[in-house]
T-cell receptor, first 107, second 113 residues
Framework: GQQVMQIPQYQHVQEGEDFTTYCNSS?????IQWYKQRPGGHPVFLIQ?????EVKKQKRLTFQFGEAKKNSSLHITATQTTDVGTYFC???????FGAGTRLTVKP | GAGVSQSPRYKVTKRGQDVALRCDPI?????LYWYRQALGQGPEFLTY????????KSGLPNDRFSAERPEGSISTLTIQRTEQRDSAMYRC???????????FGNGTRLTVT
């Protein structure tokens, strides 16, 4: 299966600051999915991107799929303490996950 | 059911024992995945099924690990001759079809002493 790499591994922000995590694949992906895992919880589906260059928004979250369908990003505007958790990307039919970006938010 | 159900929630076993972890997916979901997740790490793919057919088992660490889904619904992940390094959270997820959004269960926390 493909390998997806995520950066950064950790991000600590002040509440109100923006946050971005990046997902990169060595191969072209048919689709990419993003998940959020709260501390002590299980991964929860956020969104799926399928089309080249696709951009989707969920309130303060903006998801992008690269033109070459090899990379993706998740941007959170004006973080809140409720955004704390680890954000994972996963791609292709076998749904292999990246290592995740752990976000902590200081009130 | 309403969600993916995994049992047991916690399992403590002695090294060398066999364990069987159960996953009951959402009714009607075609695809079922098994992952292992160490603390602070991402879910590590183990294997997945479409209906009863095991599509990919390349993530299984060694031949002590096996999985089955004989009737295309409930799945069992079996670990034979457990070792301490097998200790982890084992997660099951199901989806309506391959590459659809995954719905995760609460996991089974395995501890091998």
């Amino acid at each position: 299966g493909q390998q997806v790499m995520q950066i950064p591994q950790y991000q600590h922000v002040q509440e109100g600051e923006d946050f971005t995590t990046y997902c990169n694949s060595s191969t072209t992906l048919s689709n990419i999915q993003w998940y959020k895992q709260r501390p002590g919880g299980h991964p929860v589906f956020l969104i799926q991107l399928v089309k080249s260059g696709e951009v989707k928004k969920q309130k303060r979250l903006t998801f992008q799929f690269g033109e070459a369908k090899k990379n993706s990003s998740l941007h959170i505007t004006a973080t809140q303490t409720t955004d704390v958790g680890t954000y994972f990307c996963a791609g292709e039919n076998d749904m292999r996950f990246g290592a995740g970006t752990r976000l902590t938010v200081k009130p | 059911g309403a969600g993916v159900s995994q049992s047991p929630r916690y399992k403590v076993t002695k090294r060398g024992q066999d364990v069987a972890l159960r996953c009951d997916p959402i009714s009607g979901h075609v695809s079922l995945y098994w992952y292992r997740q160490a603390l602070g790490q991402g879910p590590e793919f183990l294997t997945y099924f479409n209906y009863e057919a095991q599509q990919d088992k390349s993530g299984l660490p060694n031949d002590r690990f096996s999985a089955e889904r004989p009737e295309g619904s409930i799945s069992t992940l079996t670990i034979q001759r457990t070792e301490q390094r097998d200790s982890a959270m084992y997660r099951c997820a199901s989806s309506l079809e391959a590459a659809s959004p995954l719905h995760f269960g609460n996991g089974t926390r395995l501890t091998v002493t």
